[in-house]
């Protein structure tokens, strides 16, 4: 990692910590494992992001509808997709040190593997050497390991118990498609969304929120018509409706598109349920990497659920001359933490006060008012006056029936204005003695830090359009 780059995402780490978006998870501990807590302030920007998607891919659609499902489900489940089978890294160890790491991430690893498979000579460079330790030749042939998390569901321990943390919210969608079918009368092309926790068991989980074993995903299964036999890519238009969907959600919530790149995967590493899949890969101050994915999952899932369960998961159109199919399906899935890495990677800015003839500079961070933790803040100009106090508590109050709103009253103004910046707060609203005798107050705007005046009976009507635009 170059050096901006590193110092990027330490400031990052340093800066979520110090303002209470994320913790390391267990601190008091010494923590454990690249795990991680979302604080006060992460909560409501993870929240806020979760239900815009909400909004937007569910309320505002009518192809849609929404699931919850739960996180232990019955272990045939991971049979039928395959996850039990396939869903596995190769694993290398070290002789020298034991430490172990995913295959792939080894540099000079597959030709080596390759060179001891069809005992072809290596030059003794091309041998790769242990990442942690530096040793050639150290390494051992590598070992699949099984991804998912195991746990045991009632008192005993032994294998007709053995459950597993999903690795996917997918599957809960699959498994309830007759469910949905039987109770919403939705017709193709229609999706089901869900947004929840999935735990994968990586090897080497890292870069802060980027990969952790425990995420959330925000996913969802859109169903097709069957595809034209006449026409093998007619399921591409809705692939290409998503892929675009996509990428309107990633400019709308503030990811500049040209940190973007649209990785078309080639066959052999795609996941083994999918025929064509598209990585949105981000920028990240550690390299490009993928921030979302969309794949097409052809009807392996229902397919594998009914097989496997004996249950008819076929769609029945209205059509009576059209034989039951299973639905093929397209899955644009997006993971929470990485929206929440790429917009604090996004919004988080340090520049020159231009207000200020000091040349002080600030950090303020960016976000879409939408996005924000707190919409706005309120301030009583001065603490030890209580007329201006009484003022501004109404003020507040009556803002925070609508919006997070937070509320300072410590320090000079100036302060609270740059605490606020920093945390990405659009507006704060300063009470002060023109207030009392003309009932206005002064907005000022986290980005131009222009200030005017508003009638505290304009102040809602005045913070929803600019917050909901
Ligand atoms: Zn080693």
Same mark, same amino acid.
């Not at 501990?29 to 993870?46: C, I, M, Q, R, S």
């Not at 999952?297 to 594998?304: G, P, Q």
């Given at each position: 990692m170059a050096k901006d780059s590193q110092n990027l995402m330490?400031?990052?780490?340093? @800066?979520? +910590?110090?303002?209470?978006?994320?913790?390391?998870?267990?601190?008091? !501990?010494?923590?454990?494992?690249?795990?991680?807590? !979302?604080?006060?302030?992460?909560?409501?920007? +993870?929240?806020?992001?979760?239900?815009?998607?909400?909004?937007?891919?569910?309320? =505002? *659609?009518?192809? $849609?509808? %929404?699931?919850?499902?739960?996180?232990? $489900?019955?272990?045939?489940?991971?049979?039928?997709?395959?996850?039990?089978? %396939? @869903?596995?890294?190769?694993?290398?160890?070290?002789?020298?040190c034991h430490q172990r790491f995913k295959a792939d991430e080894i540099k000079g690893f597959a030709a080596w593997v390759k060179s001891v498979k069809t005992k072809a000579a290596l030059a003794p460079d091309k041998i790769p050497a242990c990442p942690n330790c530096n040793t050639i030749g150290s390494l051992m042939k590598p070992k699949m390991f099984n991804l998912m998390f195991k746990t045991f569901l009632g008192p005993s321990e032994d294998s007709s118990s053995t459950v597993y943390l999903r690795p996917e919210t997918a599957q809960g969608m699959f498994v309830n498609f007759k469910n949905v079918l039987d109770t919403t009368r939705k017709t193709l092309p229609f999706g089901i969304a869900q947004i929840g926790?999935?735990?994968?068991?990586?090897?080497?989980?890292?870069?802060?929120? @980027?990969?952790?074993?425990?995420? &959330?995903? $925000? &996913?969802?299964?859109?169903?097709? /018509? =069957?595809?034209? /036999? =006449?026409?093998?890519?007619?399921?591409?238009?809705? @692939?290409?409706?998503?892929?675009m969907e996509m990428m309107s959600w990633i400019r709308d919530i503030g990811i *500049?598109?040209?940190?973007?790149?649209?990785?078309?995967?080639?066959?052999?590493? *795609?996941?083994?349920?999918? #025929?064509?899949?598209?990585?949105?890969?981000?920028?990240? /101050?550690?390299?490009?990497? &993928?921030?979302?994915?969309?794949? !097409?999952?052809?009807?392996?899932?229902?397919?594998?659920?009914?097989?496997?369960? %004996?249950?008819?998961?076929k769609y029945k159109s209205a059509n009576k001359e059209e034989a039951p199919y299973w /639905?093929?399906?397209?899955?644009?899935?997006?993971?929470?933490?990485?929206?929440?890495?790429?917009?604090?990677?996004?919004?988080?800015? =340090?520049? #020159?006060?231009?207000?200020? #003839?000091?040349?002080?500079?600030?950090?303020?961070?960016?976000?879409?008012?939408?996005?924000?933790? !707190? +919409?706005?803040?309120?301030f009583p100009l001065l603490a030890n006056k209580p007329e201006l106090v009484a003022l501004a508590k109404n003020v507040y109050n009556d803002l925070r029936k609508d919006f997070m709103v937070a509320w300072d009253d410590r320090g000079n103004i100036g302060k609270r204005y740059y605490s606020q910046d920093e945390i990405g707060t659009p507006y704060c609203i300063t009470v002060d003695f023109e207030s009392l005798e003309k009932k206005d107050i002064t907005v000022r705007d986290r980005d131009t830090m222009k200030q005017e005046r508003i009638k505290i009976s304009d102040l809602l009507p005045y913070l929803r359009e600019k917050i909901c635009a």
């Open positions: 330490e400031k990052i780490v340093g @800066f979520a +910590k110090r303002r209470g978006f994320i913790f390391p998870g267990s601190e008091i !501990y010494g923590g454990l494992a690249n795990t991680w807590d !979302y604080g006060p302030l992460g909560v409501e920007l +993870k929240n806020n992001i979760k239900q815009l998607w909400w909004k937007r891919f569910v309320q =505002e *659609r009518d192809d $849609m509808v %929404g699931l919850d499902t739960a996180i232990i $489900m019955n272990p045939k489940v991971w049979e039928a997709s395959g996850h039990l089978k %396939g @869903f596995s890294d190769p694993l290398v160890e070290c002789r020298e926790k999935a735990f994968r068991n990586e090897i080497t989980p890292g870069n802060f929120i @980027f990969r952790t074993r425990e995420f &959330e995903q $925000m &996913e969802i299964e859109y169903f097709i /018509p =069957e595809p034209d /036999p =006449e026409n093998e890519a007619s399921w591409r238009k809705y @692939f290409d409706m998503w892929q *500049r598109p040209e940190k973007i790149v649209e990785h078309d995967v080639p066959e052999g590493e *795609r996941a083994h349920y999918s #025929k064509k899949t598209i990585d949105f890969l981000y920028e990240f /101050p550690f390299g490009q990497d &993928e921030l979302y994915g969309l794949a !097409y999952r052809t009807d392996f899932d229902l397919k594998n659920q009914e097989k496997a369960s %004996g249950v008819n998961l /639905p093929p399906t397209i899955e644009p899935s997006l993971g929470v933490d990485r929206t929440v890495l790429a917009l604090l990677l996004e919004a988080y800015a =340090e520049e #020159k006060d231009p207000s200020t #003839k000091l040349g002080a500079s600030r950090v303020v961070l960016k976000l879409k008012p939408q996005l924000a933790p !707190y +919409k706005a803040a309120v």
